[in-house]
């Protein structure tokens, strides 16, 4: 026997288990932590529709979504794949100011069926919440299925240069003596009220407009050392792909949905000396952030009750279905 070539089998056979060990570890992070429904695999003609929401005063969260997706379900083939409660959003140029109370990510089989149904999904979220905006998004599948394996290589190129260890995070002192001290404490003040809600994980939509700016040198470096602290840590994309403008005017073109720890690890995040020194230099030119906590599963609970014969409740099978 060759021993380079049993070197070669035994290297190839820890890649293997390891590429295997990160898969696992993505989809039970995503299925139970993030409470994220979207299969790996799916036809590439899936169309996603994001819906931002802010309730009626009075209304429940909750029941209020349920209702809403009773109706939707009632009238097309779009199936749940996450439901969030809202902290916060940071406000973006063309929506303005904006407090959305919750998000809904939702999956029709094609486009063609979201051009039919815009009219009646805009009339169907006007008669349920106050406020609300809709954008499409064409999920890249390609990216999503290589998330695990690119944060693998990203964590064993930090290995590799020496930066295994995963920065402490200590408190900004730099940052409560900012003109901006009272924006960052209302956010984290908002991250802790989301922890209590759910304190296994917080998901962060985002909706990015570049209009062709060249990305600079420091929001290269801030996205490298938030994926390998990702990486490092266990967390990182769930979604990512192109925005679609499905009317009212506000146009982005990415649409990046992250999964981290919880809001409370997110509120020790973005009060640390870390963060504040990569996110100085920033800018998009048109961006908004919504900070939630999944409510998927008390959701699907008001939607679709098991049945006495244990069987799969008909949003998760549709959802999954490729």
């Known amino acids: 026997d060759d021993p380079a070539m049993q070197a070669l089998a035994a290297i190839t056979a820890l890649v293997i288990i390891a590429i295997a060990w990160r898969y696992q570890r993505f989809q039970r992070m995503r299925r139970d932590r993030a409470e994220d429904r979207q299969a790996m695999l799916h036809s590439p003609r899936r169309f996603h529709v994001l819906l931002l929401f802010r309730l009626h005063v ?7 979504a349920a209702d809403f997706m009773q109706a939707v379900r009632g009238s097309s083939s779009a199936g749940l794949v996450y ?7 940071l406000d973006s140029a063309q929506l303005g100011e904006r407090r959305w109370n919750g998000v809904l990510l939702l999956e029709f089989p094609g486009r063609d069926e979201v051009r039919r149904f815009t009219g009646a999904l805009r009339q169907l979220a006007g008669n349920s919440f106050a406020e609300f905006h809709l954008h499409g998004m064409v999920r890249d599948r390609r990216t999503g299925l290589l998330i695990p ?4 290589g990203r964590r064993l190129l930090d290995s590799l240069r020496g930066e295994w ?3 402490q995070l200590t408190p900004s002192a730099a940052l409560t003596q900012s003109g901006r001290s009272h924006v960052w404490r209302n956010r984290v003040e908002r991250l802790r009220a989301l ?5 296994r994980a917080l998901v962060m939509f985002s909706l990015v407009r570049h209009d062709g700016r060249v990305v600079r040198r420091s929001e290269r470096e801030y996205s490298r050392r ?3 602290r990702m990486a490092a840590l266990g967390h990182g994309p769930l979604h990512s792909g192109r925005a679609v403008c499905l009317g009212g005017g506000a146009r982005f073109d990415d649409i990046h949905v992250v999964h981290y720890p919880s809001a409370g690890y997110v509120a020790d995040l973005v ?3 870390y963060y504040q020194r990569i996110v100085a230099d920033t800018s998009f030119e048109d961006a908004t952030a919504i900070a939630t906590v999944p409510v998927t599963v008390q959701l699907e609970a008001m939607l679709w009750p098991l049945p006495a014969t244990g069987a799969e409740p008909q949003g998760l099978a549709h959802s999954a279905r490729a």
């Open 195 to 199: 922890h209590k809600i759910n304190p």
């Open 83 to 89: 439901a969030g409660h809202a902290g916060f959003a």
């Open 58 to 64: 009075g209304d429940k969260l909750l029941p209020t």
């Open 271 to 273: 009060s640390s000396g």
């Open 165 to 167: 260890r995963v920065p």
């Open 149 to 152: 394996l690119l944060l693998l």
């Open 226 to 228: 938030m994926l390998s």
